[in-house]
C-alpha cells in the first residue's frame, strides 16, 4: 500500500525558512515524479513545485510562480524522501503543505495524482 | 490556464444524482482529474484522464468532457460523498485547480 508521511512543519517569522519532508513507502520512489502542494486556511488547493522521477531526470524541476526563486524541491532516492526547502517565507506562505506521487509516467495516470500525504502546517507570523 | 467550477456548493440528499461542471480557459484535451477532499482525510483521486474511474473508487462516480468543458456526476448520493471536490488540469504549467465544490446534506 502506498503511503506518504508529511512532516517538518512549524511556526516561522516573516523572512525565515523551513524545510518539509515527505517520506514515502509502498512503491519504488524514484520512478515517479513527485509534486508538492498547499492550501491556505479555509482556501483552495494550489500547485507549488514538481520533480521529475527517474534517476537521470532529478535536474527537472518546476515551481508556481509564487515560490519561484524562494522554495527548491529535492528528491532523496535512497531515503524515499521529498523535500521543500523554503526561504524569504512570507505571510502568504502560510498553508497546509501536500506532497503527492504522480501516476506512471507514459500511462494515461500519468495526468493526475494518484496518492497523497496528510499535509504539514507551516505558519508564518511574527 | 484557468478552471471554473461551479456550482461552489451544493444540498443535495442522499440518493440524489448530482453534477459538477468545470470549465477551462482554454483547451486541455483530457488532461482533467476529479479529486474528493475530506477533513482529516488525504485527497482522494476519483478520475483521471477525463473519465476513467480510479481504481477502488465506487462506480457511482463518473467524469465526461474534453477540450474545453468538463462534468463529475454522482449518482445515487451516499453518506460518505459530502466532501469538497475539485477539478484539476495538467495539460501545461502550472498545475492548477477549480475553486471547489462544496457538497453538504440537505
Known amino acids: 500500500e502506498v503511503h506518504l508521511l508529511d512532516f517538518g512543519g512549524g511556526l516561522r517569522q516573516p523572512g525565515g525558512s523551513q524545510r518539509i519532508s515527505c517520506t514515502a513507502s509502498g512503491f519504488i520512489f524514484s520512478n515517479y515524479a513527485m509534486h508538492w502542494f498547499r492550501q491556505a486556511p479555509g482556501k483552495g488547493l494550489e500547485w507549488v513545485a514538481g520533480?521529475?522521477?527517474?534517476?537521470?531526470?532529478?535536474?527537472?524541476?518546476y515551481y508556481a510562480d509564487s515560490v519561484r526563486g524562494r522554495f527548491t524541491i529535492s528528491r532523496d532516492n535512497s531515503k524515499n524522501t521529498l523535500f521543500l526547502q523554503m526561504i524569504s517565507l512570507r505571510d502568504d506562505d502560510t498553508a497546509v503543505y501536500y506532497c503527492?506521487?504522480?501516476?506512471?509516467?507514459?500511462?494515461?495516470?500519468?495526468?493526475?495524482?494518484?496518492?497523497w500525504g496528510q499535509g504539514s502546517l507551516v505558519t508564518v507570523s511574527s | 490556464i484557468q478552471l471554473t467550477q461551479s456550482p461552489s456548493s451544493l444540498s443535495a440528499s442522499v440518493g440524489d444524482r448530482v453534477t459538477i461542471t468545470c470549465r477551462a480557459s482554454q483547451g486541455i484535451s483530457r488532461y482533467l482529474a476529479w479529486y474528493q477532499q475530506k477533513p482529516g482525510e488525504a485527497l482522494k483521486l476519483l478520475i483521471f484522464d477525463a473519465s476513467t474511474l480510479q481504481s477502488g473508487v465506487a462506480s457511482r462516480f463518473s467524469g465526461s468532457g474534453s477540450g474545453i468543458d468538463f462534468t463529475l456526476t454522482i449518482n445515487s448520493l451516499q453518506p460518505e460523498d459530502f466532501a469538497t471536490y475539485y477539478c484539476?488540469?495538467?495539460?501545461?504549467?502550472?498545475?492548477?485547480f477549480g475553486q471547489g465544490t462544496r457538497l453538504e446534506i440537505k
Open positions: 520533480i521529475a522521477g527517474g534517476s537521470d531526470n532529478t535536474k527537472y524541476t
Open positions: 503527492a506521487k504522480r501516476g506512471p509516467f507514459g500511462s494515461p495516470s500519468y495526468y493526475s495524482f494518484d496518492s
Open positions: 484539476q488540469q495538467l495539460n501545461s504549467y502550472p498545475i492548477t
